[in-house]
């Protein structure tokens, strides 16, 4: 009799979901009235797509520390050398992702909305370049693929909150 091999549940969205409930009842109107009362206060709607897109950039400055640390890992365990030319696939997508998320973080700080969706677009990108590299390669790399699909998906909400306010807005 075969053994199977313990695959611990992906936990990624568990953490996401929360974000993504806030999301839905930021963006989702409600019928027969103003989506919630007092939202235009204190600029409303706007300020809670302005936190959703906030909380969104440095969740996913997180999952892309957390992937760096599982590539220096994996590199360290590798044992084949299409493991290793994968990995460092990996290692350079997430520096450029870092970079680009922190310069994201600097340009929303500094009401450059523009650059800063730029700038997620383009770290979500070299994200999903480690990712296809790793794709289907083995159980090995499958928190690492969870993790990045998660930094891909919080860029994404990122970048859907800023539809939603504008800097002006926040003053």
């Known amino acids: 009799m075969a053994m199977t091999r313990y695959q611990p549940p992906s936990t990624g969205l568990i953490h ?11 963006i989702t109107p409600h019928q027969g009235g103003p989506p919630w009362q007092g939202a235009s206060q204190a600029g409303g709607l706007q300020a809670l797509a302005c936190d959703l897109a906030n909380a969104a950039l440095r969740s996913a400055q997180t999952k892309a520390t957390h992937a760096q640390s599982l590539i220096a890992l994996l590199l360290q365990n590798a044992t084949n050398s299409s493991d290793v030319r994968s990995l460092q696939i990996c290692q350079s997508s997430n520096n450029e992702a870092l970079s680009q998320l922190s310069s994201a973080n600097n340009d929303f700080n500094t009401d450059s909305l523009d ?15 480690c990712l296809n590299e790793i794709q289907g390669r083995g159980h090995h790399f499958s928190l690492l693929a969870a993790v990045n699909a998660d930094l891909i998906k919080l860029c994404e909400i990122c970048i859907v909150s800023t539809r939603y306010f504008t800097i002006e807005d926040l003053y």
């Open 16 to 26: 996401l979901w929360p974000l993504i409930l806030f999301m839905v009842i930021i």
């Open 115 to 129: 650059s800063m969706v730029e700038l997620m677009n383009a770290a979500a990108d070299v994200t999903k370049a």
